[in-house]
């Protein structure tokens, strides 16, 4: 039951993390910096579910992305199930209950994930514009981290009114 | 080796991140030409239906401005069309009057309504013709149609224009079939009195009443109106007769000042 229940979680969150990013993302660019919710959900789902989930999840996200920009296949997928499995090893020794840690994880892992983003898939840009990629990576990290806040912030609120009625 | 293997399957978690980071080592090791043709199968049928959400909801925003924009064209047609309808009028106004001018004799001159008076005891109207024009105090003011009114006041520019339906205004008239004379006044509504039409007369409903020349003022055969009421009341010496006025005074624009009596 506990399985399935992940599964349709996986699902549920690949759909709503690739919608928001391919329909609503491209109109909400701020600065160059975008916020990525495949990484949102990626923590969400490391946060409240197993480790394999999450490695999963991160996985199979990433390598969607990366279908959409062959030219970064592999690298999406890889640093997408790192954050996964990262933030699921953390979790237990970190006791993140509380949300400004949650928070606070959510924007160290954004932050991590986009430098090594550059770092390894785009490394071209690495060496140009080192200056844009740190702005851009900052601005993303912090744009990813609000709308983190959001959604945590609203799964939280929707559990908080079921629990009411239950 | 054997309790190495032994305790890595124990760590499942690890395991499946490892298998990960293989399958997407061997991704990144591809070449570009299959990359992209794995990719272009595997998001083409992945991200269609987003994709297709994605143009429906551009497709939706851009139908709102264009139709906002076409909204605003179409408010803009109406005005013109308007103003069309309008000059087309006017220009059937004109036509008319012009042939007017044509088959008069009098000297005219033609002068655009500027303002209208309407009191209880006066009616009147003020042209944009004056003095400067020619036009004197008691000058006949007609439209195609028939007689408006007399001249009453002039200033340099303009005139005040006595109209038909004024309490104060009378015209000496003559029924054109019965060549009955009388006396034209309005007393009240949208019809005027011929008054003084002996009981004698066979004067009928249908008949034409122009002016007769007779007052001094304005000219005779102009046209005044037709006779829609005409009988006789018991006991007096003269018919009750009502006359339409053939011009409609609530919607005069333009009118000819006739240059009358030199």
């Known amino acids: 039951m506990a399985g399935k229940f992940i599964n349709i979680q996986i699902v549920s969150g690949i759909i709503v993390a690739l919608a928001f990013n391919i329909v609503i993302m491209p109109r909400a660019v701020i600065f160059g910096a975008a916020a990525d919710m495949a990484l949102v959900v990626t923590i969400w789902i490391a946060l409240t579910s197993t480790p394999r989930a999450a490695i999963v999840f991160g996985f199979v996200m990433g390598l969607l992305t990366g279908f959409a920009r062959p030219t970064e296949l592999g690298w999406s997928s890889m640093l997408l199930a790192l954050v996964g499995y990262g933030i699921s090893a953390l979790k237990d020794r970190l006791a993140m209950e509380s949300m400004w840690l949650r928070i606070a994880g959510l924007f160290v892992a954004a932050l991590s994930y986009r430098f090594l983003f550059f770092a390894l898939a785009r490394y ?10 740190m702005i851009n990576t900052l601005l993303s990290a912090v744009y990813t981290t609000m709308l983190g806040v959001i959604v945590f912030g609203f799964i939280k609120h929707r559990r908080m009114v079921r629990d009411l009625f239950q | 080796m054997f309790g190495f293997i032994s305790n890595l399957l124990k760590k499942v978690n690890l395991l499946y991140f490892l298998g990960a980071c293989a399958i997407s080592i061997i991704l990144i090791l591809l070449p570009l030409s299959i990359k992209t043709t794995i990719g272009a ?5 992945f991200y269609y239906p987003l994709i297709e959400l994605d143009h429906f909801l551009l497709d939706l925003a851009t139908t709102k401005k264009t139709n906002i924009e076409l909204n605003r064209q179409l408010a803009d047609k109406a005005i013109q069309l308007a103003g069309c309808s309008e000059m087309r009028h006017e220009n059937a106004r004109l036509r008319r009057m012009l042939e007017f ?18 009191m209880p005891d006066a009616q009147a109207l003020i042209i ?20 408006v009114g007399k001249t009453i006041a002039v200033s340099a520019g303009t005139s005040t224009v006595q109209l038909l339906t004024d309490h104060n205004c009378r015209i000496s008239a003559i029924d054109q079939n019965t060549r009955t004379l009388g006396i034209i006044r309005w007393k009240g509504g949208r019809l005027l009195e011929m008054g003084d039409v002996p009981v004698e007369s066979q004067l009928a409903v249908g008949d034409t009443v122009v002016s007769s020349g007779l007052g001094g003022i304005f000219p005779a055969g102009l046209m005044i109106g037709t006779v829609v009421y005409a009988k006789n009341r018991s006991g007096s010496l003269f018919k009750d007769v009502l006359v339409r006025p053939a011009v409609k005074f609530w919607s005069i624009e333009e009118v000819f000042v006739i240059l009358y009596g030199r």
Do not use: C, Y
């Not at chain 1, 071209?124 to 990629?133: I, K, P, Q, R």
């Not at chain 2, 199968?41 to 049928?45: A, I, K, Q, W």
């Not at chain 2, 944009?128 to 007689?147: E, F, H, L, M, S």
């Open chain 2, 41 to 45: 199968l595997v998001s083409g049928f």
């Open chain 2, 101 to 118: 001018d044509i088959q008069t004799t009098q000297r005219l001159v033609p002068a655009k309504v500027i303002a209208a008076r309407a």
């Open chain 2, 128 to 147: 944009g013709a004056g003095a400067d024009k020619g036009i004197r105090i008691n000058n006949p003011v007609v439209t195609a149609d028939g007689i």
């Open chain 1, 124 to 133: 071209g840009l690495l060496e140009d514009g080192s200056a844009f990629v």
